[in-house]
């Protein structure tokens, strides 16, 4: 009886978080660049607890014996490109991220719904640069802008055609060292990005990754996983108080 009390207490808790994770999912499922969020689990000592703790005592013992939720990582697939028919609007195809220079320093997203500023700067929808191959921030003057898949960009003008920049793309050779800043951005831990291969589609944002129907079915097995983990515990904590009713006058 003790180790299935533990096996729902354990299970209920992984559910409880797992619940967060899938309700935050399909928050964004609408999210521009978004890039779901995918439980895994696993044992109590390959989570780091004190090897002598978790296996001399029969609550560690128990404990261990059943999954605990590890974390989350990162979904890299690939999300649904949708066309907007706005030339500085950009999505990549393949692996690879799109870097920008906020405060806080430089930050990595798949949003890639630009705009140009009255400087001529290239920028997000929050004001942010997008930096280029060599991290530097992207000026495209007036006319008519032509981006092609490696994010060379030409523009056209009265006087003629001209390169005035490349779209930096970058990928990482250990995605794990990303971490989610926000919704659909990234930060990477110091680790060194470089040159990835996905190519640059003009006129086209991509969408999340994590669509509503799939979103909307997860939560709610989730959901219902956890009611059944909690029912679970009611009966065991019935039977602990039966038993003590029973037992204890006896004593």
């Not at 919704?183 to 003009?202: E, H, L, M, S, Y």
């Not at 999340?208 to 079915?217: K, L, Q, R």
């Amino acid at each position: 009886m003790d180790s299935g009390l533990y096996a729902a207490y354990t299970g209920l808790l992984a559910r409880t978080q797992a619940l967060d994770t899938a309700a935050n999912n399909l928050a964004n499922a609408g999210t521009n660049g978004f890039r779901a969020q995918r439980d895994y689990f696993s044992g109590v000592l390959a989570g780091g607890l004190d090897q002598n703790l978790a296996t001399s005592s029969q609550v560690g013992q128990a404990v261990n014996g059943f999954g605990v939720l590890g974390g989350n990582r990162i979904d890299l697939g690939q999300g649904q490109l949708a066309v907007t028919g706005n030339p500085l609007d950009l999505a990549l195809q393949g692996q690879g991220f799109f870097a920008i220079q906020t405060p806080n320093g430089v930050r990595y997203t798949r949003d890639g719904s630009f705009s140009r500023s009255t400087t001529g700067v290239l920028e997000t929808s929050h004001g942010e640069p997008v930096l280029d191959a060599k991290m530097q921030p992207i000026t495209i003057p007036t006319g008519t802008v032509q981006i092609s898949p490696d994010g060379t960009i030409s523009v056209a003008t009265p006087e003629g055609s001209a390169i005035s920049g490349q779209v930096g793309v970058f990928d990482f050779t250990d995605p794990n060292t990303l971490t989610a800043e926000g919704t659909n951005r990234f930060t990477a831990d110091g680790a060194k990005p470089i040159p990835a291969p996905a190519q640059v589609q003009q006129g086209a944002v991509e969408d999340s990754n994590e669509d509503a129907i799939h979103g909307t079915m997860q939560m709610v097995l989730v959901q219902r996983q956890a009611e059944m983990m909690q029912r679970a515990l009611s009966v065991f904590n019935n039977d602990f108080d039966k038993t003590a009713a029973e037992d204890l006058p006896r004593v």
